[in-house]
C-alpha cells in the first residue's frame, strides 16, 4: 500500500466559507509565512429556475484573499461535483493559480460526455484543468507541503488533499454524526468508498479534517472540521471497526431511497469542463436537459 508522506510540523491557516444554498464548504488554505494559498471546492452561485448565474460566493472569497495579501497558487477540485457549480474559473481569471483534479476526470468525462451527448469540441483527456493528479502527486503551497490521495468510490475521480496537518476529505468522508457521501453516481462504487475511507483512517490520529459538505443532522449546528481518531471511534457508517461487508449493505440500502441532488444536471455539465460553462452553436452560455437518462 503506498504510504502518504503526513507533516504535521506544517500548520496552514484555513478559513471555511460555508454555502447555504447547497450546503457546501469551500477553503481558503494559506502559507503564514508565504502569504501562498490554495481554494479547495469553490462555488458558483445558481437560481437554476431563472437560468441566473451570480457570485457573491466566489466574491468573498476573492475579497478574503485580496484583504490578506494572499497570493492563489492552487484552486482545487476534490472531485466533479453534483450539488453545485465550481466557481474555479472565476476565481482564476480574478487571481490566477491553477486548477487541479484526480486525473481520473478523462473517466467522468467519458460518461457524462454520453449522457449529455456532447460532440467531438468536448474533450475527454481533462486538458481542461491545468494539473491532473494521479495518486500520492506532491505539490506545494508556499512551503507547504500538499499531496493528493485517490479515494474513489463516491467517484472515481475524488482525491483528499492533504496539506500539512490539514486535509480536505471532500465527500469521501462527512462528519462523523453524517456518515459517508452516497456511492451511487455512474462510476461510485460502495465497497470501493470503503476502501478509500479505510486508507484516509490510516492518517496520524490528529490529522484535521476538513469536510465538503454538512446538513447538521439532528438539528445540531453545521460543522465541517474533526480529526481522523474522532472519525475512526465515532463515525456512524465507519467507526468503531464497522465491516466493508456491513458497510456496503448500508450504504446502498440508503442511496436506493435518495432522490437526486437538485442541481446535479447543471452541476455535471459545468463541472466537468473545469467550471466553464458550454455554449450553443453561437456561443452563448445554456445548460441542457437531457431526458430520462439518471
Ligand atoms: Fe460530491
Known amino acids: 500500500m503506498q504510504t502518504y508522506p503526513v507533516d504535521m510540523s506544517m500548520k496552514p491557516h484555513v478559513e471555511a466559507f460555508f ?14 509565512k508565504t502569504k501562498a494559498c490554495a481554494v479547495v471546492d469553490s462555488v458558483l ?7 441566473r448565474i451570480t457570485h457573491d460566493h466566489a466574491d468573498r472569497i476573492v475579497d478574503h484573499i ?37 486525473a481520473r476526470i478523462m473517466e467522468v468525462q467519458e460518461t457524462f460526455g454520453k449522457i449529455f451527448n456532447e460532440g467531438t469540441d468536448f474533450q475527454r483527456d481533462g486538458s481542461q484543468f491545468d494539473a491532473l493528479f494521479q495518486d500520492g502527486d506532491r505539490y506545494k503551497i508556499g512551503k507547504i507541503d500538499a499531496f493528493a490521495m485517490a479515494t474513489p468510490g463516491h467517484t472515481p475521480a475524488c482525491m483528499v488533499h492533504v496539506m500539512g496537518n490539514t486535509a480536505f476529505v471532500g465527500d469521501t468522508l462527512f462528519m462523523p454524526d453524517g456518515g459517508s457521501a452516497r456511492a451511487d453516481f455512474p462510476g461510485g462504487d460502495a ?43 465515532n463515525n ?10 456491513a458497510f456496503v449493505k448500508l450504504r446502498s440500502e440508503r442511496d436506493a431511497t435518495l432522490a437526486m441532488p437538485k442541481l446535479i444536471l447543471p452541476s455535471l455539465q459545468v463541472n466537468m469542463r473545469a467550471g466553464e460553462l458550454p455554449e ?7 445548460l441542457k436537459v437531457p431526458l430520462n437518462q439518471l
Not at 92 to 100: S, T
Open 191 to 233: 465497497g470501493e468508498l470503503y476502501d478509500s475511507i479505510q486508507k484516509v483512517l490510516t492518517l496520524p490520529d490528529e490529522l484535521r479534517l476538513f469536510m465538503c459538505h454538512d446538513y447538521g443532522p439532528n438539528g445540531r449546528e453545521i460543522a465541517w472540521e474533526t480529526t481522523v481518531a474522532d472519525e475512526k471511534a
Open 236 to 245: 456512524i457508517h465507519v467507526g468503531g471497526g464497522m465491516s466493508r461487508e
Open 45 to 51: 452561485d445558481i437560481d437554476y429556475a431563472s437560468g
Open 280 to 286: 450553443d452553436a453561437d456561443g452563448r452560455p445554456v
Open 66 to 102: 485580496i484583504t490578506h495579501g494572499l497570493t492563489l497558487e492552487w484552486i482545487i477540485e476534490t472531485h466533479v461535483h453534483a450539488d453545485h457549480l465550481s466557481g474555479a474559473p472565476y476565481l482564476q481569471e480574478k487571481l490566477g493559480g491553477k486548477i487541479g483534479i484526480s
Open 19 to 32: 454555502d447555504a444554498a447547497t450546503n457546501t464548504i469551500s477553503y481558503v488554505i494559506s502559507d503564514p
